[in-house]
DNA sequence: GTTCGATGTATCGGCGCGATATAACTCTTA
DNA sequence: TAAGAGTTATATCGCGCCGATACATCGAAC
């Protein structure tokens, strides 16, 4: 029942390289997957302390540096649980991770996922991206008789959009075949 | 004060080309926006009541065909406050309307919006997405000595689609542009 | 004649965002 | 050395919107 969420799953991926706090957690992950749309404090803080109770993560206490009186900071390292949950997850492949917040999360992680389920997240990503296609395709098509130019460009747009996208996917889908069958190379795509 | 948020914007616009109920107005919304991203019945039906109170849309009981008793639909009209609202909300241009979300709906009703406001959105939104091609592009630099791939080529493929948009709003602004000199034709983007 | 998909209104829980408060550290500059 | 700005850092609170769900009717297919 309790698939991880997306916010879950980030924070834990982010953890699994080292203990961070929250701040530095939120800034990776601005990194990782844009500037903007990075998550917000309101979300962070409190997903911090509900993962501390289910035992997911824990306080970090050994890690500070004696320097000096360090400003407040509260580092927070993977527990065995945590890192158990990210392990399975990163292994899965359920339709929820080619939804559009999710499949960014999982392809930041791309690093730490085996092929075959990169490969199933990439394709799944890809199918969806198709039925957006033809939805798009679908009503354009029947708008033929409206003439709002401005409605139908919106929508031209949106339509190459998602069709970059695709070319995207394909392009990574490529690689990750050829990576496969050949040795186990991390996919070269640029 | 009370500037209008753009679900109630994007129901104003909606009703103004005449009397709908809620579930057609999502339908057309969608048709408009998009398929996908929709808007939620969750957010549709309370803002409709909530507008009612405000006085911006009245129950239309006038229009109802009487052919047999029809199924249970409340269709809704504009006020004269909701058409002056909408009236004054279509010919601002403030810096809200380059929001993601509001963007597409205030371009979604260009047709009614004049062209030196067009173009002043146009513009906006332009610079908006200047300021996060330079964003993404300092991340990018940013992160080049981490040696993760598959992060690399996620910013790679944000940047790619953000400078898609920028050269589609190049591609309108200069239509823009070109019509305004000119007579008053319709921009012809294609 | 009944099952299925579309039409139609409605509510509820909950999650995440944006705004805001607070405060200590750091770097500049007068 | 002290003011000021900018960054680092944690935290909470209200509110808006989404997703799920419920319920009911209609038209068409089978």
């Given amino acids: 029942m309790g698939r991880t969420d997306v916010l879950t799953l980030a924070i834990l991926g982010t953890l699994a390289e080292k203990p961070l706090h929250g701040y530095e957690i939120r800034k990776r992950l601005g990194a990782s997957l844009g500037p903007f749309r990075a998550l917000s404090y309101g979300s962070l803080y409190p997903a911090l302390k509900r993962m501390v109770t289910e035992g997911l993560i824990e306080v970090d206490d050994e890690g500070v540096e004696p320097t000096i009186n360090r400003r407040s900071r509260i580092a927070y390292r993977l527990t065995d649980a945590g890192t ?107």
């Fill in 84 to 190: 158990a949950q990210l392990t399975e997850e990163l292994a899965s492949s359920g339709a929820s991770s080619w939804d559009d917040d999710a499949f960014d999360v999982r392809f930041a992680m791309f690093e730490r996922t085996d092929s075959a389920t990169r490969l199933r997240i990439l394709e799944g990503r890809r199918s969806r991206m198709s039925e957006r296609l033809e939805e798009i395709s679908q009503g354009l098509k029947a708008m033929r008789e409206r003439h709002d130019l401005y409605t139908a460009e919106l929508q031209r747009h949106g339509l190459e959009r998602v069709e970059r996208e695709v070319e995207w996917l394909d392009r990574l889908i490529d690689n990750e075949r050829s990576a496969t069958s050949g040795k186990d190379d991390p996919a070269d795509a640029g």
